[in-house]
């Protein structure tokens, strides 16, 4: 091709200095820096951080006479409770599957255009809360809730007289989070709950309800804030928020499947 | 008490003895978790905290794992982790730079270490961790994609920013630091 050394993407240069390159390629790419002297210049600078990063971590590879101490001793006193039983899973998958088909029903409600301006004082505090809720809580490794999840049916009865309102906790095992526990939080001013969720690696999102006092509807909204993101909306007398670490698509999946497991709720 | 997995060495040994396969195949990862929670800390106590937090998880964890490639399971977590906590420090970003453990073993200028730590300090918990995994760890960029459950075009514009980012804080960063006495 007579355009090749106009081809030369910012994403080959990285390649280029990562060495994730062919030794055809990494000649194309050095052809073209020599006629390309800024970029040649930009390329020199990340090889020589990458260098200086390499060195300045290095003496940290190392093994400490403590290391095996520290992990047998964690090893055998804090082995997590128990994964949840097939039987469970299943019935879940089934939900999904079912809730899956349903979708086309919800469809709308999901696509309704959404004006940040336009949302209610209530509603924008409410994500607010939910977000700030979330960076106090989900920060906390040893203590983020006040009931931990082996104790979901106490859980579940003493937030939802705190509330006011039937709460059955979202099962979100389908999407790969399980419930961490829950706490109670101050929403609006009066007694709200917070979910927590966890994935296999840690990720966490957390659920926020509060109880709404303008008694309305909303469509599902978004709001995000230095790299936090939140979908929240509101369902009559109760306002939900799902907030996380995690990527916006599945955090939107997440939050679908809770609109449908507390519909099922609230319907009831 | 039983742990999940059986292998050989696993399973009813008694507390103290010799550890079992998961075990030892954690601390194989040792050294590697160590320098990658201390690329990612902003002082040498900040990543032991860091490695121990991981460390706990990882073991508390270990009948989550699906069984495949241990090291990137335990470095998502790390990563993880790191997030979680770095929201709090957000509030509080000044934080002492200690001594260096580390430092007596390297040839580098010590000036030239406290310009680096500081530069680094100045870049988003998602661009640093993308940064360590690639240059440090020497992850490809699908394997970080999988890692942090991310895009592989959300990996290169991080990987891009934070080299632009460093470049552009260490040529600002010429304040003359006082050397440390040996």
Known sequence: MTDDFDTVSEDELHAYVDGHLSEPERERIETWLKMHPAEA???????????????????????DASDRQLVIAHSRSTEAPSVAPLLRRAAAALLIFVAGALTGAFAPRFVAPVDPRASTTAVQSLSEQAQSAFLVYASEVRHPVEVGSDQQAHLATWLGKRLDYDLKLPDLSTLGFSLVGGRLVPVNGTAGAMLMYEDATGRRLTVLLGRNPQNRETSFRFASHAGLETFYWIDREIGYAVTGDVARDLLKKIAEECYRQFEGTSAS | MSHGRDGPGSGAEAKGSAPDEFESDVLALMPALRRYSRSLARSDSDGEDLLQDCVERVLARRSQWRGVNLRAWAFTIMTNLYRNRHRRQAQHPEVELEEDLAAEETSADPIERRRLERALNRLSVENRSVLMLVVVEGYRYQDVAEMLAIPIGTVMSRLSRARRQLAEAMKEDNVIALRRPK
Not at chain 1, 46 to 52: F, I, V
């Open chain 1, 41 to 63: 210049e930009e390329v020199r600078q990340w090889q020589a951080q990458a260098a200086a990063l390499k060195q300045h971590f290095a003496a940290y590879a190392r093994s």
